[in-house]
């Protein structure tokens, strides 16, 4: 079929699925499509919501789309983008870019840019440490946020001390801080973030242009960092196996053991048990507030809830130790090999003048990394870890109080609804009445639960609304990797070889193997040595795995996200942002992964 | 005559003797002296030719007619040129200069007699559009014993006697006594698999990754283009294999019995097996870089891997003459404000 007769469906051609319109009506009114939304451009964002989002999880889009549009176009002026819109239907969400194309406009946001993101790059290193200060603070206050609780009687010291005010009180004031506080953080996510990339992506480019057939993976591989946050958490498994074996409590952990089990074994053997589980508690505190996803769904859960995920390496990496294999990373020898590649490239390069403007790209580029790389654990992982768990106790009370049967159905209700319910049980706590929640919201939550099983069934167009001629949105490049060519692929989707899935060429090798589909961390210890992963997300948390399989596919993530630079670390094979491999993919089938050219091909 | 050198072996020569040896012999000795493994051989040096002509010329004038053709009348030509490839091909040699041949020969199959070796012709004009006429592509193979030695050198020699490349010479008014050609005779490699490569990408100019192109059999099959061979892009800091295209291969050049070759159907198992693994690749990206290191530029180069020993050897290394010959644009120009080159990514498509 001729490019041009290809078309993407109209946003107002999609059908809400037929008995999920209340669900569907329940997002708020601001995102959902409306008719003059057909003239505008929109695509499924399957990166960061590659699932039907629950009603409170959309919380995040609303978020971080209210934070990143603030930073382009109110605080650092991006010349030719503002933000990014943000419109949910069948629990997917769909996105599109406000670009600017009036050249007088550009040229008046271009001298704002010059004042406020030249201020950024000339002052990054202290603006980055005062962020890191302003996180910690951040993380800190969503800490000491107290517990919730409505005793039968207010607490005497409270009466005697003259508070004055009453318990229900601080429910609503603990949910709108713990709201707010998620706000704030994505304010804090995208304060350098697309400087960040932008830096990166003008090294980038640069390279393309100068070394056409260079890898994407090189590139990443010149500015990468080696104290990056994102290796933390994986450190910190070696670290405590290493103090198992000192301890000689190793023999404690062995595959397929439950935690509690283990656990409770090394509680009963004394010293040395006790001894580890203090090391353990200084890991947990804070590299554990690493979740099994990207953070953005309520049920990626922290390895700190769930430490199946980080002692499922233990015993392999106990075995190393004993081995006496040196686990740590040789970050000396990582640095020597970078800089080897950044003069190696350097030289050659056509001219003396080429290679002062590679220096001064390269400059920058290494500059700004660190922050793209770490901000990551401070804000996807441990803020978000933080804010869902406390959600997660207001589900708690809620259910204790009839409002729904089980904590986790708190995230069936969007951030309005939660907070009415608080208010109804503030309400009823002090009146003596019987809150109304429980007789509402039960058949909400069941209606809800069933649209998304449906959802997650159905088919989503990549795109809808007229294509552009040209993407030249820096933000919607830079942040999902979308350009004409990628889109011209979406549009010829399906006329391609249909064992072959397409990704992001992530970290180089070819494999040939099983491939182990793992759709949760509960299903992590199926991996067997040497199997392929395939999985929604590969994410640094899921680094010690990275020890026992050959090869990683995911469904999502680019060729700079955080899982590419831990395959790379591990030298193993990755294609990732398949958007498909895990639908595709049969557990047990033969694959083999092409992480140089970006593509799984199933064999059987 | 006995004072001047008609054969010369590898060794012994280098890029410099390129008026007597032509380039590809300059460059297999250059190679050789940069301790990069090619076939052994030597050159019958241009001086063999001129004695050769020299020798035509008393006995009936050569040289002259030719210089007297009006390149426009190519009947002319047909009829003159088809007289003096006959010469050539069938007028035997001067005794001393078969002698020597013979004799070099003798001594590169000391060890195994009748060896089978390459004769090919090394132009030594530098002149690439005249080089192209005047036999560049003439390569014999698998040539065996003394006799069929001695009648493909002839055969070489005739080919500057083609259509094209006297009209060449005619047009530009280039006298026929700067008309020499070199001869290589070198062992020939019984190939496993052979090919092309690249130091400098021929599709896009990078000059950071090798392309590497290889095909079972003799490498005649790949330069001809007689099979697609399998392609890949090795780059050359981080050994990265980036491309793989394995290509169907369905026939091979292998030596015919009694000398020359032929097309011989590649078995089915081997026909979208890859010629290469990857150890070989980045063996062969090292030699490469070798010979672009020694040469100070990027290079095209044939290669081949000894079926026996798994060898690699280089039987040819010439500049690359596409991209060079293209002005390169700096892809950026060094900013007095390092900040600017953000402007980039931020300030809009320029």
Not at chain 1, 286 to 293: D, I
Not at chain 2, 229 to 235: H, K, Q, T
Request: glycine share 8%; proline share 6%.
């Amino acid at each position: 079929m001729p490019e041009a007769d290809k078309k993407f469906p109209l946003p107002s051609s999609l059908k809400v699925a037929p008995g999920t319109e209340a669900a569907q009506a329940a997002y708020p009114y601001y995102q959902q499509f409306e008719p003059d939304d057909d003239q505008r451009f929109w695509f499924y964002n399957s990166m960061h919501f590659p699932e039907p989002m629950t009603v409170f999880d959309m919380v995040t889009a609303e978020a971080a789309y209210c934070a990143l549009g603030s930073s382009n176009t109110r605080v650092q002026s991006l010349p030719t983008t503002l933000g990014i819109d943000c419109r949910i239907i069948n629990g997917r969400v769909y996105i599109g870019g406000n670009g600017v194309t009036d050249p007088d406009e550009i040229a008046r946001r271009t001298e704002e840019f010059q004042k406020r993101a030249f201020y950024y790059y000339e002052h990054w290193e202290r603006l980055y440490d005062q962020w890191k200060d302003k996180m910690r603070k951040l993380i800190q206050d969503a800490q000491d946020l107290p517990p919730l609780s409505l005793p039968e009687f207010e607490p005497l010291e409270h009466v005697h001390a003259g508070r004055g005010i009453a318990s229900n009180h601080y429910l609503l004031d603990t949910y709108q801080k713990t709201l707010e506080g998620y706000f704030r953080m994505w304010h804090h996510h995208f304060e350098f973030l697309l400087l960040g990339y932008g830096a990166y992506m003008a090294f980038f480019d640069f390279c393309k242009k100068a070394f056409p057939e260079i890898t994407d993976q090189t590139i990443a591989r010149m500015v990468a960092g080696f104290e990056a946050e994102i290796f933390r958490p994986d450190d910190e498994v070696k670290r405590l196996a290493r103090c198992a074996v000192e301890l000689g409590v190793d023999s404690k952990f062995q595959e397929r053991t439950k935690v509690d089990d283990i656990l409770a074994s090394l509680e009963q053997m004394g010293e040395p048990g006790r001894e580890w589980l203090k090391e353990l508690e200084t890991s947990r505190n804070p590299w554990f507030n690493v979740n099994v996803g990207d953070g953005f769904y309520h049920y990626h859960r922290s390895w700190n809830d769930d430490l199946s995920l980080p002692f499922s390496a233990l015993p392999g990496y106990i075995e190393k130790v004993k081995a006496g294999e040196n686990l740590e990373r040789p970050v000396e020898q990582l640095k020597t090999e970078r800089q080897a590649l950044i003069d190696g490239y350097r030289d050659m390069l056509a001219t003396d003048e080429e290679r002062t403007s590679y220096d001064q790209m390269i400059t920058l580029a290494c500059r700004v990394f660190p922050y793209v790389e770490g901000h990551k654990f401070y804000c996807e992982h441990w803020y978000t870890n933080l804010f869902f768990n406390k959600i997660r106790e207001f589900g708690a009370l809620l259910s204790e109080h009839g409002f729904f049967e089980d904590a986790e159905d708190v995230f069936h209700l969007s951030h309005y609804e939660v907070e009415a319910a608080i208010i109804d049980l503030m309400t009823s706590w002090s009146n003596g009445s019987a809150p109304r929640g429980p007789k509402r919201f039960p058949a909400l939550i069941a209606e809800r639960k069933k649209a998304i099983e449906i959802w997650a069934k159905m088919d989503t167009p990549p795109a809808l609304g007229e294509v552009p001629d040209i993407i030249d949105d820096p933000a919607i490049v830079m942040l999902w990797g979308i350009t004409r060519e990628s889109l011209n692929s979406w549009l010829s989707a399906g006329e391609t070889d249909p064992n072959e899935i397409h990704g992001f060429a992530a970290s180089n090798g070819v494999v040939e193997g099983t491939a182990r589909v793992v759709k949760s961390v509960q299903e992590i210890d199926r991996l067997q040595k040497s199997d392929i992963l395939v999985c929604q997300v590969t994410n640094p948390t899921w680094a010690p795995v990275f020890n026992k399989i050959s090869a990683a596919v995911s469904d999502i993530g680019g060729s700079m996200s955080h899982a590419a630079i831990v395959a790379r670390e591990y030298g193993l094979p990755a294609v990732v942002g398949t958007g498909q491999a895990t639908t595709r993919i049969r557990d047990g089938q033969r694959v083999r992964v092409d992480g140089g050219r970006g593509v799984v091909t199933i064999l059987n | 005559m006995s004072s001047v050198p008609v054969t010369s072996w590898f060794s012994e020569i280098g890029l410099v003797d390129r008026p007597a040896v032509g380039g590809k012999g300059g460059s297999l000795g250059e190679l050789t002296s940069a301790g990069i493994d090619v076939p052994p051989g030597f050159v019958v040096r241009t001086e063999a030719f001129e004695a050769f002509i020299q020798k035509l010329d008393k006995k009936e004038a050569l040289r002259a007619p030719i210089e007297a053709l009006d390149p426009h009348d190519l009947a002319a030509v047909g009829e003159c040129t088809k007289a003096v490839r006959a010469r050539v091909e069938n007028s035997p040699l001067p005794a001393d200069v078969r002698d020597a041949i013979l004799s070099s020969y003798a001594e590169l199959c000391a060890d195994q007699p009748d060896t089978p070796v390459a004769v090919r012709s090394s132009a030594t004009t530098e002149d690439a559009e005249d080089a192209s006429f005047a036999g560049l592509q003439d390569t014999y193979l698998w040539v065996l014993g003394g006799d069929q030695v001695i009648q493909m050198v002839r055969s070489c020699w005739a080919s500057l006697y083609s259509v094209e490349s006297v009209c060449y010479r005619r047009k530009h008014g280039l006298p026929e006594a700067s008309v020499a050609m070199g001869v290589v005779i070198q062992r020939m490699v019984d190939a496993r698999c052979a090919g092309v490569m690249f130091t400098r990408s021929p599709t896009t100019g990078d000059r950071s990754v090798v392309t590497i192109e290889g095909a079972w059999g003799l490498g005649s099959a790949v330069v001809s283009g007689e099979v697609t061979p399998d392609r890949w892009v090795v780059a050359k800091i981080t050994n990265e294999i980036s491309a793989r295209e394995i290509s169907n291969k369905h026939i091979q050049q292998l030596a015919k019995k009694g000398g020359g070759i032929e097309d011989v159907p590649v078995p089915d198992d081997q026909q979208t097996a890859p010629c290469l693994s990857d150890e070989e690749l980045l063996k062969l990206k090292e030699v490469s870089l070798r010979a672009e290191r020694h040469y100070g530029r990027p290079q095209d180069i044939e290669w081949a891997i000894d079926r026996h020993d798994g060898r690699i050897l280089l039987l040819q290394s010439r500049p690359e003459t596409v991209w060079s010959a293209t002005e390169d644009k700096p892809v950026a120009k060094p900013a007095e404000n390092p900040l600017s080159h953000v402007m980039n990514i931020f300030g809009g498509r320029r």
